[in-house]
């Protein structure tokens, strides 16, 4: 609730003047930050908790999604596998640094890092519905309606992954439309 951000933030504040050194009270204030649009007071919050806690894994991967909305990509890579050094199962710097490789067009490295993604965490649906999008980017479009149903299967609630699931069923030529209207 957005309403609710500025009495959290008010909260954490007081936290951090109470205790400077509470590296999660920053990463918290960091996301408040973030969702009010504020990026650069976001990534000092990310900054300040990773400077009291460098294993902090959360930290560099949120410093990590704030440096890349900030159009900073190859700072942004570094976070993520910054969070790798520290934790090589971090599900959310694979996909991450995956969802970079899709974006640049290096679809088979994206494809790789989601698989390794959903072998960590297999009910990661934000994964398999980036996986499914990789696959559709391809060509491979049962594979992807695959992905797109298993996040669906997770996560019901999933719009994105609906709608892409639609998407990749209206280009696959084994579908009628009315197949893909009772969807």
Known sequence: NRGCLPDAEVCFL????????????????????????????????????????????????????????????????????????????????????????????????AEAGYRRTLEIKPDYAEAYSNLGTTLKDQGRLPEAEACYRRALEIKPDYFEAYDNLLFAMNYNAGHTASHCLEE
């Open 14 to 109: 007081r936290a951090l003047e109470i205790d400077p050194g509470y590296a999660e009270a920053h990463i918290n204030l960091g996301n408040i930050h973030n969702d009010l649009g504020r990026l650069s007071a976001a990534e000092a919050s990310y900054r300040r908790a990773v400077e009291i806690r460098p294993d902090y894994v959360e930290a560099y991967c949120n410093l990590g999604i704030t440096l890349k909305d900030q159009g900073r990509l190859s700072e942004a890579e570094a976070c993520f596998h910054h969070a790798l050094e520290i934790n090589p199962d971090c599900a959310d710097a694979h996909l991450n640094l995956s969802n970079m490789c899709n974006e640049k067009g290096c679809l088979s490295d």
